[in-house]
């Protein structure tokens, strides 16, 4: 008799990905994930609580993907960093990127991915009330040019067009956050 197949949540998390990469996020379900794992569909739920569940933690691998900047680097070359992080996860996983616009970080770790942010707004001198609204506008812009630019909204543009109108968003926000509260309208 064979051995039964070892799984955990990071085996699960990496076979919905590979299952989201190559059918969209409609061919991820628990019996998808299961199959290539070869497992039943009830062994994945000592890992994963549900879809739902599985979809958060799809939120996580897609935010944790690459390791987080380094906390000693001044603010804005974090946010820059977590910026071209996302833009180059949307590049990679193009058909699972998009859930990052439907889904809350809800798992721990993709928490400390926005914590990140803020804090790194916070740095800038923005409060905690500000920091949090900050980081819900910026990372749905970066998150939305990041999603657009991986769909093929951009691809009659060059890849130099592209990376300065990145700069330029970036630059934007950078703007925004050194304005300050007060000033902004």
């Not at 193009?94 to 859930?99: C, G, K, M, Y």
Request: aromatic letters at 4%; a negative charge; one cysteine or more.
């Amino acid at each position: 008799m064979g051995r039964r197949a070892q799984i955990s949540r990071p085996a699960i998390l990496d076979a919905a990905l590979a299952i989201a990469d190559e059918h969209g996020l409609t061919g991820v379900t628990m019996a998808a994930v299961a199959a290539r794992l070869d497992v039943t569909a009830m062994a994945l739920y000592r890992h994963v609580a549900g879809k739902d569940d599985l979809l958060d933690g799809l939120v996580e691998v897609l935010l944790t993907e690459l390791p987080p900047p380094a906390a000693e680097l001044p603010w804005q070359e974090r946010l820059q960093y977590l910026a071209g992080a996302l833009r180059s996860t949307a590049a990679r996983h193009p058909a699972v990127f998009p859930l990052l616009l439907q889904r809350p970080a809800a798992t721990g770790q993709a928490r400390q991915v926005r914590d990140s942010v803020c804090a790194a707004l916070r740095q800038a001198g923005l409060d905690a009330e500000q920091a949090a609204r900050a980081e819900r506008l910026i990372s749905t812009a970066i998150l939305g040019f990041a999603t657009s630019e991986a769909a093929g909204r951009f691809d009659h543009h060059s890849p130099d067009v592209r990376d300065s109108d990145f700069a330029c968003l970036l630059n934007g926000i950078h703007t925004l956050i050194t304005l300050g509260p007060a000033q902004q309208t």
